[in-house]
């Protein structure tokens, strides 16, 4: 188990050092000056010189990388050109914030998920089936900035039972766990386990319709167990693949919400990005997609394990 790890580990170096690759190059390919935000209209010759042998962009594209890989690894992803303030600071206050909607999110939808594909594959071909397979194209097919402003129209504007943006108060971007600031997740938290939720429901579906088709449940059902009993090994034999599926999903949602943080104004990684590509501020959008690709390593590498210790067939092939 120990060298499963480790071999996991160590195959995820060269994955983040390919996407840091990626990244770089194409915040760099995009047109425009970035320092265009920063400068004003009459800037002289030596003050555009200064600020870009300031931020590094007086030197060589390969130059730019190294050094910037070289800060990265010991924490310092350098100064935010708009805001002038530490990005690694910044980024990880918003890393903490979209942790928060993306966790809440995803256990909304693979609990709803679960449920409406664990009643579809018992059911399935019935209608019942086809209510549950509705519902989750529905949820992968709806875009989820749209529902988002349509649920702040009916329950923020008209019903006015929630609030309709921010994450607290006053736009207070501080999270604390009481009501008030539970009321802010509720919305933005619902529109994102829209998508999540349909994908798991289909996987979960297709999983649970094989698994009762094959011979060792009529062998079980032989034996004498009970419905209860078989229920509890098909979910030993679906949590592998459904628990991958949710660590996925996990992971697009912390680098795939720019468009519901931006309809909710909520302070994460989405709506600093979607700040950071407006701004054309390159240092805090390197940042940003830097350690989200991170975490999304990570998870993956979590979830590689958490499969390990469920089934331990993983291991054997």
């Not at 970035?34 to 300031?54: C, E, F, I």
Request: with cysteine; glycine share 8%.
């Amino acid at each position: 188990m120990i060298l499963f790890i480790l071999r996991r580990l160590l195959l995820a170096i060269p994955i983040m050092i390919g996407v840091a690759l990626v990244c770089f190059s194409l915040v760099h390919l995009a047109p425009g000056d970035p320092l265009v935000s920063v400068l004003p209209p009459d800037a002289s010759a030596d003050l555009q010189k200064q600020l870009r042998t300031l931020y590094g962009f007086d030197r060589s594209l390969p130059e730019q990388f190294v050094g910037w890989i070289s800060r990265a690894v010991t924490g310092d992803l350098g100064t935010s050109i708009a805001s002038s303030r530490p990005v690694t600071a910044e980024v990880m206050k918003a890393v903490k914030n979209t942790l928060i909607l993306a966790a809440f999110a995803t256990m909304i939808g693979f609990f709803f998920g679960s449920l409406f594909g664990f009643v579809a594959g018992y059911f399935r071909d019935t209608f019942v089936d086809k209510a549950a397979s509705f519902l989750s194209v529905m949820g992968v097919s709806v875009p989820h900035y749209w529902l988002g402003m349509v649920l702040v129209i009916v329950f923020s504007a008209q019903l006015g039972w929630l609030p309709a943006t921010g994450m607290g108060s006053g736009g207070s971007a501080n999270w604390a766990w009481d009501w008030e600031h539970m009321q802010h997740l509720i919305l933005p938290a619902i529109t994102m386990s829209v998508i999540p939720m349909g994908i798991i429901a289909r996987t979960v579906r297709a999983l649970v319709a094989d698994i009762l088709s094959q011979e060792f449940v009529v062998g079980l059902r032989a034996k004498g167990l009970t419905d209860v009993d078989v229920f509890r090994h098909v979910v030993k034999n679906v949590a592998p693949t459904a628990l991958a599926v949710m660590g996925l999903q996990l992971g697009y949602l912390l680098g795939g919400s720019i468009l519901i943080e931006t309809v909710f104004a909520w302070p994460g990684t989405g709506f600093l990005l979607n700040s950071a590509i407006f701004q054309r501020d390159l240092p805090l959008l390197q940042g940003t997609i830097l350690v989200l690709a991170i975490f999304f390593v990570l998870l993956n590498v979590l979830v590689d394990i958490l499969q390990t210790t469920l089934d331990p067939r993983i291991t054997r092939g």
